[in-house]
């Protein structure tokens, strides 16, 4: 008569893998839950080549929201912090700024937590972004965003901003990478902005970077001939537009998505919904102590329908409060 073999309970099993000193070495700021563990066990099973989910090297394809995400958004996007001083420095040189909107509104100082205090003058923001690097050659921004960045902090953590980039989100970067896999950047931000400090804060190199974009123009400046920033945008990669954009500067559906936003919401649902081994997270704000607390009613970054279809889709909310054991570096 043949024994039955011992079988370990799960919680046994489970406890055995968290005491395995190889594990907890794995992504250290996190805390060894569900979330790390849904992560590092869908990194074993597509690097694996004795599993049936492996993924050869060139379709490890990873991508990332930036603000909220990887970096601290709050009270205000790193970017619009960026172009209201900009707007500042720059007013000087073009005075006719002080009487046109949405350029009078920032220099009033008619502002608050969540932008311009005037509706009109909130939905044309973006007329700003664009408005700071017309004429310059492609290069200059990122120059003026990188000296900018030596003395900015964000007002309310009143910290440098590579200071605000989330210490677990670094980590998680760094551990993919390792197995392979290629990260970018897929933002609503500006890409050159982003290009300007994304090797640094993230060691994603500036050509994994896609954001919205301004239209260009071929000069010769000089005897030299340059790329040059126009004050229209070209393409704001929002919502819909991220798959749009993934499919033109990569040409393949990713297999991991991070978001933290209904902004992201697109992006999640085409990634996880091809064929294959898929993940799909999203970053929910609920540490009010140690960082912010937001999701449905927010402003900025706001996390409504993306939540609920992270629970019809079993994506993975991985929430700060729980699953970080440290916030930032």
Not at 23 to 29: G, H, K
Not at 59 to 77: H, M, Q, S, W
Not at 258 to 280: H, I, K, Q, V, Y
Request: glycine share 6%.
């Amino acid at each position: 008569m043949k024994s039955n073999p011992v079988r370990l309970p799960i919680a046994i099993v489970a406890f055995a893998i968290l005491l395995n000193p190889s594990y907890c070495e794995i992504l250290p700021s996190w805390s060894n839950k569900g979330a790390k563990r849904e992560i590092v066990e869908f990194v074993k099973r597509t690097t694996s080549k004795n599993s049936p989910d492996y993924l050869p090297k060139e379709d490890r394809i990873a991508v990332f929201d930036n603000d909220g995400t990887l970096i601290c958004e709050k009270p205000v996007y790193i970017q619009f912090a960026h172009t209201l001083d900009r707007v500042k420095k720059l007013t000087p040189a073009k005075p006719e700024w002080r009487n046109k909107k949405p350029f009078s509104a920032v220099l009033e100082g008619r502002l608050n937590e969540n932008g311009l205090t005037s509706e009109d003058d909130n939905r044309d923001f973006s007329k700003l972004v664009w408005a700071i690097s017309e004429n310059q050659a492609a290069g200059e921004s990122v120059h003026a965003a990188l000296a900018w960045l030596d003395h900015a902090e964000n007002p309310a953590l009143k910290k440098p901003y590579a200071k605000t980039i989330y210490r677990p989100m670094r980590e998680l970067l760094d551990y993919l990478r390792s197995k392979g896999f290629k990260t970018y950047i897929v933002s609503g931000g500006g890409s050159e902005f982003i290009r300007s400090y994304s090797q640094k804060f993230y060691g994603i190199p500036p050509e994994q970077v896609i954001g919205s974009q301004a239209k260009m123009a071929f000069e010769e400046r000089n005897g030299r001939y340059e790329v040059v920033m126009q004050s229209d945008p070209e393409f704001l990669t929002i919502g819909p537009a991220k798959p749009f954009a993934i499919t033109r500067n990569i040409g393949k559906r990713p297999v991991l998505a991070f978001g933290n936003s209904d902004g992201d919401l697109e992006m999640l649902l085409w990634t996880t919904t091809g064929a294959g081994p898929r993940l799909g997270l999203l970053l929910h704000h609920d540490d009010a102590e140690r960082e912010f607390a937001y999701d449905r009613e927010s402003t900025v970054g706001r996390l409504d329908k993306a939540l609920d279809q992270a629970k019809k889709r079993n994506w993975c909310v991985v929430s700060i409060k729980n699953d970080w054991n440290k916030v930032f570096p």
